[in-house]
């Protein structure tokens, strides 16, 4: 084309060519009628309404606080048509444009506009709406476009009025609510969302805020892709990751008590309106040796926590129950209080605790035999029948969970409302409980200065 002759190549002894960036600069200017040099690129091209030969101006120019376009401008001597258009001289942008303009006076109707083919235009005061691609790209202003609107729809209504009078009334009426926005009699909304990005709207009042206009960028979608004729990026698949909480892994070790080698399962499970915990059981087929113990999946909370149930019902012993290894276990009506890691993790139900209290104390080696005396028997044999009552439903108790890493849990059958039989407390540690947890000497913040110290 002859617009690309603009930049006259330098004499052979030239010490460097212009860089892109100057050569760019020379051929986009701002418009100016005081700058002589700057003169549309003609060029004969076919008009296609006659199909005679017509012709076509190219003018490069840039439009402050925007950036460049062409305008074109063709011309038919022939049969008199004419048309112009714009395009941008730039490449689609990363973002999409949004530009909200609140028209309130007749100053407004002058700001200038580049509308784009891609741009959809709307005022939603009329539920009026022209459609991306519907119409060339246009250099105008605010009554431009809703003038090109207007001749848009009265193109066509003498032959709706000959075939379809009511649809021709309609648009009639519509023309004329257009026509009474440019009078601008009552403010109203123009909105044009264009996803290339290059569609402008003036601020008189650059380069401060215009409080009139609202100007929001946004990231296409990938229909917008699509329609600007861009490979839409597909989303990178992720690598299918092995779901552990749906299988039971397994992996060797030797038996705690004949040392034979066996097997220890270890599954993820999620208590409801808890966390999780991980179960592990051994089971050796050597000597018949079972055991399991469960552990918190999380961290340590950062309060205690205290559980205090009173056991009023038998179904009450069939709530579940996690104990961690950190939790202390106390029923005042026994005068019994286990110490941390007593029984180890269990996740078991609140029977099944209670039997495994019963068999720790009445089996204890140094309460049976020669070395038991008559008082330690008779005490044993009431702890066990109060058990027993408990167990039953015939005796009312309190159960006491103590975990001062927040880690134990018990069942609440009202979930999510509280249960009238159970209180949750959370405390703050002390010293000595979080000396117990090894706390204190835990360092999670700035510990890498103290690495590179010692290195």
Not at 319 to 330: H, I, N, P, Q, Y
Not at 405 to 423: F, I, R, T, W
Request: proline content about 6%.
């Amino acid at each position: 084309m002859a617009a690309s002759g603009a930049v006259e190549a330098g004499p052979p002894g030239a010490a460097a060519a212009p860089s892109s960036a100057s050569a760019r600069e020379l051929l986009f200017r701002p418009i100016s009628a005081e700058d002589e040099e700057m003169q549309p690129t003609e060029i004969e091209s076919l008009c296609m309404n006659c199909y005679r030969n017509g012709l076509t101006r190219l003018l490069l120019t840039k439009i402050p606080f925007f950036r460049e376009i062409i305008v074109s401008s063709f011309s038919c001597e022939h049969c008199g048509w004419n048309n112009t258009g714009i395009q941008s001289a730039g490449r689609i942008q990363d973002q999409g444009v949004r530009y909200t303009l609140t028209v309130r006076a007749q100053e407004d109707m002058n700001r200038e506009v580049v509308k784009t083919d891609s741009a959809t235009t709307r005022i939603p005061e009329l539920d009026f709406e022209i459609p991306a691609f519907s119409q060339k790209g246009a250099l105008t202003t605010v009554e431009g476009l809703i003038s090109r609107a207007i001749s848009g729809l009265e193109q066509d209504q003498p032959t709706r009025r000959a075939n379809e009078e009511a649809m021709a009334e309609r648009i009639e009426e519509f023309i004329v609510r257009l026509k009474e926005l440019k009078l601008v009699a009552s403010p109203f909304t123009l909105i044009i969302d264009d996803p290339s990005g290059n569609s402008f709207v003036e601020n008189p009042h650059a380069p401060q805020k215009d409080e009139a206009l609202e100007i929001t960028r946004y990231n296409r979608t990938l229909q917008q892709e699509e329609m600007l004729g861009l490979q839409a990026e597909a989303p990178e698949e992720k690598p299918e990751e092995e779901d552990f909480r749906k299988e039971v892994l397994q992996f060797n070790t030797n038996c705690p008590e004949c040392n034979a080698p066996a097997q220890t399962n270890m599954k993820l499970v999620q208590i409801p309106h808890f966390k999780e915990v991980i179960i592990m059981a051994t089971n050796c087929e050597n000597c018949g040796h079972r055991t399991n113990e469960v552990k918190s999946g999380g961290a340590i909370e950062p309060l205690g926590t205290r559980i205090t149930f009173h056991i009023t019902d038998p179904s009450d012993m069939t709530r579940d129950l996690l104990k961690s290894e950190t939790c202390s276990v106390e029923i005042p009506e026994l005068e019994l209080e286990l110490g941390m890691a007593v029984l180890g993790g269990k996740f078991t139900t609140l029977e099944g605790m209670l039997n495994d209290i019963r068999e720790l104390v009445t089996k204890n080696p140094f309460t049976l035999g020669d070395s038991s005396n008559p008082g330690q028997v008779a005490k044993l044999q009431e702890f066990s029948q109060k058990l027993d009552q408990i167990l039953e439903g015939n005796m009312k108790a309190h159960f006491i969970m103590d975990d001062p890493a927040g880690n134990s849990y018990l069942q609440n059958v009202y979930a999510p409302e509280d249960d009238p039989e159970m209180k949750v407390e959370q405390y703050k540690r002390t010293f000595d409980q979080n000396e117990e947890l090894g706390l204190n000497d835990m360092k999670t913040e700035g510990y890498e200065t103290g690495l590179a110290a010692q290195r």
